[in-house]
């Protein structure tokens, strides 16, 4: 089955740059989602299709998805970005999580 | 304003079933494909089944096939999960999500509820 790879933790400090990679085997020829979830709280869906923003959702968050690996980038991070991260694909018929990563604002 | 709201979750046996229901609002239903997502304690989201606009496509996490079954009714606006021969490693906080797209394939959940807790144990 499919897998996809996440880093267990990233540390960003504020105002800085986060990247959250998302490793699986030719990643770049799917569609890779990802969700921020924060403690208690349910998902929230912060890109879709690799790169696009759904409303609402800050420019500061971005993605692009080449090769192996997909990569959720967080610009001028702040503290209500400390959350888990999740990416997500579909593939042979089944929708994939990945592992998870929890990004920690200094 | 889209609303999910699970409900059915709880305490059970191993090897009992139970019925999880999700009650949508703030959409057209039926223009949307569905879908479950659970979460064990401290860990990572698992997508468990998904159904299309008109329950034409399901599919289902092989650790769930042939002990759940999704379905939904349009015209109640519900989805819901029928969970059989439940094992420990079902217990989990389950998740309704609407889909981006009327068939459940590649698109993402673009809402999500709540989600209820089930725990399975003796």
């Known amino acids: 089955s499919y897998e996809l790879t996440q880093p267990l933790s990233v540390s960003v400090a504020l105002g800085q740059t986060a990247r959250i990679t998302c490793g699986g085997n030719n990643i770049g020829s799917k569609n890779v989602h990802w969700y921020q979830q924060k403690p208690g709280q349910a998902p929230v869906l912060v890109i879709y299709?690799?790169?696009n923003r759904p409303s609402g959702i800050p420019e500061r968050f971005s993605g692009s998805n080449s090769g192996n690996t997909a990569t959720l980038t967080i610009s001028r991070a702040q503290a209500g970005d400390e959350a888990d991260y999740y990416c997500q694909v579909w593939d042979s018929s089944i929708y994939v999580f990945g592992t998870g990563t929890k990004v920690t604002v200094l | 304003e889209v609303q999910l709201v699970e409900s059915g979750g709880g305490l059970v046996q191993p090897g009992r079933s139970l019925r999880l229901s999700c009650a949508a609002s703030?959409?057209?239903?039926?223009?949307?494909?569905m879908h479950w997502v659970r979460q064990a304690p401290g860990k990572g989201l698992e997508w468990v089944s998904g159904?299309?606009?008109?329950?034409?496509?399901?599919g289902y996490a092989d650790s769930v096939k042939g002990r759940f079954t999704i379905s939904r009714d349009n015209a109640k606006n519900s989805l819901y999960l029928q969970m059989n021969s439940l094992r420990a490693e079902d217990t989990a906080l389950y998740y309704c999500?609407?889909?981006?797209?009327?068939?459940?394939?590649?698109?993402?959940?673009?809402?999500w509820g709540q989600g209820t807790l089930v725990t399975v144990s003796s």
């Open positions: 299709r690799d790169s």
């Open positions: 999500a609407k889909d981006m797209a009327s068939i459940a394939a590649a698109d993402p959940f673009d809402y």
């Open positions: 703030g959409f057209t239903f039926d223009d949307y494909a």
């Open positions: 159904i299309s606009w008109n329950s034409g496509s399901i």
